[in-house]
Nanobody
Framework: QVQLVESGGGLVQAGGSLRLSCASSGRAFSGYAMGWFRQAPGKEREFVAAISWSGKTTDYANSVKGRFTISRDNAKNTVYLQMNNLKPEDTAVYYC???????????????WGQGTQVTVSS
């Protein structure tokens, strides 16, 4: 079992930055690829970014490429999402999740955190 806890969300103006963290406990964190998803009100949960267990492979949704960066620190059992140049359309609850490999498919992720709210004002 892997427990995931997100933090770092909040209210920010458009053009601002936030860094989300996802701390893991339980089974070996370094064995899992990690992903970030988000869900806006009335919308499906969508893929944002993913990173391999080694950190060498990453993947991003087109909507966040060039603005968001995913990284991880296996010694701290933590994965990060640095979000720059935030836009109002980035407003959502952000979730981290663990999977066996880097993938954008929600159904491939076995473990999920509770989410953290990100609100971007215009």
């Amino acid at each position: 079992q892997v427990q995931l806890v997100e933090s770092g969300g909040g209210l920010v103006q458009a053009g601002g930055s936030l860094r989300l963290s996802c701390a893991s406990s339980g089974r070996a964190f370094s064995g899992y690829a990690m992903g970030w998803f988000r869900q806006a009100p009335g919308k499906e949960r969508e893929f944002v970014a993913a990173i391999s267990w080694s950190g060498k492979t990453t993947d991003y949704a087109n909507s966040v490429k060039g603005r968001f960066t995913i990284s991880r620190d296996n010694a701290k059992n933590t994965v990060y999402l640095q979000m720059n140049n935030l836009k109002p359309e980035d407003t959502a609850v952000y979730y981290c999740a663990a999977a066996a490999r880097v993938t954008a498919r929600r159904r491939d992720y076995n473990y999920w955190g509770q989410g953290t709210q990100v609100t971007v004002s215009s």
